[in-house]
Every structure is written in C-alpha cells, then in structure tokens.
C-alpha cells in the first residue's frame, strides 16, 4: 500500500513492503504457471488409459459389365451389365489398455451385401470381437505402465515447491534490503553526529587558539577530521540512498514514480528467537523446498531406472 502526501513520501513497515514484492515480483507472477502446466501434464499422461471409442460407416457399390461388341450390323453394342453389389457395413468399438498394461478392444461390426443375383435382397452379416492382450515381462505391471503419470505427479510438486522457493528469495531479500536500509540510515545519523562533535571540536580550537591555549597546527588537525567526518556523511547518504532504490525495486514493477519519493520505513521487528536444533531440522526437512525437490527429483530417477531395466526383460 503507498501513502502518498503533499510531501511525496513512501511510509512502509516490513509487513507491507514484503506483500507489495510479492505483488509485483515478475518471477513469481511467471512461475505460478508451472504448476499449471505441470497439472496439465499429469492430465495427458492420465489419458493413456482412456478407453478409445470408434465409429465408422462404409458403403460400396460394384458393376461388372460385358465389353463392346460387334452387333449384326457390324455397329458396336452397348454395355451390358452382368452383375450390381451393394454393400453397406457399420463397425463400433472400443479400445484401451489398463494400468497394469491388459490391453483390450472390444468390437462390434454389422455388414449388408445385395446384389441383382440375389434379386437384392438384404443378406445380413454381423460380428462381435473382444481381444485381451497381457504382458507378462516387458510392459506388464503398475510400475512401468504408471510411472509417466507419477513422473508427471512429482513434477506438478516440485513445481509447486519452485513457486514457494520463489516467495521464500523475494521475501528474504525484501527483509535483507529493510534492514539494510535501516542500518544505513542509523549509520547515517551516527555519521552526522560524529560529524557535528567535530566541527565542535574545531570550533573550540579555533577559540582556544585565539586566546594562546592551541596552536594553530591543532586548528589544522581538527579541520582534517572534520573533512574525514564529511565524508563519511557524505558516504552514508550515498549508502542510504542505494539501499531505498534497491527497496523500491524489490516492491514495484514500475520503478520509475517513486524514484522522486521520499521513503521512510518502520522499524524492523526483532521477534524473541528461542533455538531448538531438533525442532529446526524437522521443519527444514518438511519446509525447504530445495530439499524437497531433491527428493521428488530423485523419486523420479528410480522411477525411471525401474522403466529402463523392465525394457531389458526381454533381451
């Protein structure tokens, strides 16, 4: 959320720059995506057991004629036709293959013939078929025959565990940019007074030169750490300055209105922190995604060895 016045002034706390990033973060806008398309994958490789259904229609018709011939008058005669079929055939089916790799196809034609030596009546000719094929090496068994859908099912999480990998870097790096603002800033401030105590100095010494207690050469030296006081504030704004533009990258997409605003930010939070290192190992092996990515990644790779050494059954 921005709060803009008169003033053009960003006020943000941590809470409200981390929702603005993840808001306006490309990256994670790009990678929620995968998961779809990874979901979209699973669904394909799901469809190998979806049973085929098949419809068709087929009409044929065949003459058979005499060739021309001579009449008595030397003159050619017409074709004469000898025989007409007809033939009309309807075929329905069903086909597929199960997940353990029992492939079937179940079929069902029906088939009319006339013809003019049958004085065209309907002969009727029909047909059921039903065929089972089982591998009982290569090819046979839920491993092999689901391992693209489980494959595919692993993907769609580690692609979710991506996107949460996402959120976790840009939330790390809002939170590391914050407080590297507010420590600059406070480096700033110890800079400047560091700088006014100084010129402070430099003014006493200026006095006490006037009335014989300093010499001149201490005048000198109080100048020269003054200018290296400067600098230093000089440095410090810099570093301010750096570090608001980098916040301003992390929370918009269009950087360009606030690089003339003004930000001023909360003070971070420093929530009590209690270490449990049994505690914090379970939950970096049930939350890190890289971690968990590992492990499908490598879910995925025995999956597909089990593939390759069935394809070998038969050699």
């Not at 053009?8 to 490309?26: D, H, I, R, S, Y």
């Not at 991506?162 to 809002?174: C, W």
């Not at 006490?208 to 010499?215: P, S, Y």
């Not at 049994?278 to 971690?291: C, F, H, V």
Request: glycine content about 6%; proline content about 3%; aromatic content about 6%.
């Amino acid at each position: 959320v921005l709060f803009r016045s008169k003033e053009q002034v960003l006020k943000l706390t941590l809470g409200k720059a981390v929702t603005m990033a993840l808001q306006k973060n490309f990256s994670i806008a790009v990678q929620k995506f995968d998961p779809k398309i990874a979901a979209e994958i699973e669904r394909a490789a799901e469809g190998r057991f979806d049973p085929l259904f098949g419809l068709g229609y087929n009409r044929d018709e065949g003459v058979v004629a005499e060739t021309l011939r001579p009449n008595a008058f030397g003159q050619l005669g017409r074709f004469s036709v000898n025989s007409i079929n007809q033939s009309s055939a309807w075929n329905m089916g069903v086909t597929g293959v199960t997940i353990w790799g029992l492939g079937y196809d179940v079929g069902f034609n029906s088939r009319n013939q006339t013809a003019n030596s049958s004085h065209f009546n309907d002969a009727f000719t029909t047909e059921l078929a039903f065929r089972l094929r089982q591998p009982l090496l290569r090819g046979g068994g839920t491993a092999v025959n689901l391992a693209g859908v489980r494959i595919a099912k692993n993907n769609v999480t580690i692609s979710e565990w991506s996107v949460k990998q996402q959120v976790i870097d840009v939330i790390t790096e809002v939170i590391e940019v914050y407080n590297e603002l507010q420590f600059a800033r406070e480096d700033l401030d110890v800079a400047r007074r560091s700088r006014e105590l100084a010129l402070q100095l430099l003014r006493d010494n200026i006095k006490r030169v006037e009335i014989g207690v300093k010499t001149p050469l201490d005048v000198t030296t109080a100048q020269a750490e003054a200018a290296a006081r400067e600098v230093a504030v000089i440095a410090g704004t810099r570093v301010v300055k750096d570090q608001e533009n980098f916040l301003k990258k992390l929370i918009t997409a269009d950087i360009i209105p606030l690089l003339s605003m003004r930000l001023e930010i909360a003070q971070p939070p420093t929530p009590a922190f209690a270490s449990n290192v049994i505690a914090g190992i379970k939950d970096a092996l049930e939350l890190r995604p890289d971690y968990r990515q590992a492990k499908l990644d490598i879910e995925n790779k025995n999956i597909t060895v089990g593939v390759a050494k069935n394809d070998r059954s038969e050699e």
